[in-house]
């Protein structure tokens, strides 16, 4: 799917968000569509089929995040999972600090789950 204008223009607005956030385009987040040079470590946010895709994308494996219908859908989870991934890199809101845990409230076996579905042999 080749995204519209009217799309094309709301992941410019992501990545300019991400950027104001304090992330790096390029470094910690990444968007298909919007030029970049990328690192093998990213968050990454791209168009499949019928929506969109958020991926954590470590030496050149994907590992789906998340999945929408719209860019508004995907876009806080896509911008959290940046921030996580350049928190410990001194960048955007969680530099220098712990990020949020993620997997609060959930037992084991839901975060064992969680990890499988993202794609970790476990």
């Known amino acids: 799917m080749e995204p519209t204008p009217e799309v094309l223009a709301e992941l410019e607005a992501l990545r300019d968000e991400g950027v104001r ?3 790096s385009y390029g470094l910690d987040f990444a ?6 040079t990328m690192s093998s470590e990213v968050v990454l946010l791209t168009v499949d089929g019928a929506g969109f895709v958020v991926y954590y994308r470590d030496m050149g494996q994907n590992r ?3 999945r929408g219908a719209t860019v508004a859908d995907v876009a806080e989870r896509f911008l959290e999972e940046a921030a ?7 960048r955007g809101p969680y530099a220098g600090q712990e990020p949020p845990n993620e997997f609060e ?3 084991r076996e839901q975060v064992i789950e969680e990890y499988r579905r993202r794609g970790f042999a476990i």
Not at 31 to 36: D, E, K, L, R, S
Not at 84 to 90: E, H, V
């Open 31 to 36: 968007i298909a569509y919007v030029p970049a």
């Open 64 to 66: 789906e995040l998340a």
């Open 84 to 90: 996580r991934l350049a928190g410990p890199r001194g």
């Open 105 to 107: 409230g959930m037992t």
């Open 21 to 23: 956030r304090g992330l």
